[in-house]
């Protein structure tokens, strides 16, 4: 068990510490977290594996929370075929990373005048792989497990707590784009 927890004491601690710059370098972050992501990936599908079993849904873990400089770090657990709704991220910084399984992005550019979103392109994210964010206020995206079978996890990075922001929906396919403002729920809290 000490070694399984170690590595999410590691991804923490590296989180924490990237994060405490007022414009934290998030490829830095990246590449740190990735790496052990990457060695310890076996380890780590282990410590998570009550996460994957659960079945109860879309769900968010949080690792760690820091007022001054405001940080969150969370864990969330991807259902099958789960697909977000196009969302923003209320103009915090933020880093995501693969932790089990894969995940696509879409990113999304949204016109302040009009509020129409335009794609800007698809990543596609393996265990230790992330895509990350520098606060711009009108980058949105849109995630989903690309797995019909097994639950995807994910580390998220915040320069803040996350708990209001905007999913956008377009009406048509040449619609124009409705925000709706969310709520996000916590599942509780994982120990590290
Ligand atoms: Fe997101």
Wanted: glycine share 10%; hydrophobic share 40%.
């Amino acid at each position: 068990m000490g070694k399984y927890s170690n590595t999410l004491k590691t991804l923490r601690a590296i989180a924490l510490e990237h994060g405490a710059a007022e414009q934290p370098d998030l490829a830095l972050m990246a590449r740190e977290l990735g790496r052990v992501v990457h060695q310890s990936a076996s380890a780590l599908t282990d410590r998570l594996g009550s996460l994957r079993m659960r079945q109860r849904g879309f769900e968010r873990w949080v690792l760690a929370e820091r007022r001054k400089p405001a940080i969150s770090v969370l864990v969330m657990a991807w259902p099958p075929n789960h697909l977000t709704p196009v969302h923003d991220h209320a103009g915090l910084w933020g880093l995501e990373m693969t932790l089990h399984g894969a995940l696509e992005v879409q990113s999304y550019a949204r016109d302040p005048q009009s509020g129409d979103l335009r794609l800007q392109g698809r990543d596609w994210l393996g265990p230790g792989d992330g895509t990350w964010f520098e606060g711009e206020p009108h980058h949105a995206h849109r995630c989903r497990n690309l797995s019909r079978h097994d639950t995807a996890l994910t580390l998220h990075v915040y320069g803040g707590d996350l708990a209001q922001y905007f999913a956008y929906e377009q009406t048509g396919p040449a619609g124009s784009w409705i925000a709706r403002p969310q709520r996000s729920a916590l599942a509780g809290r994982l120990r590290h």
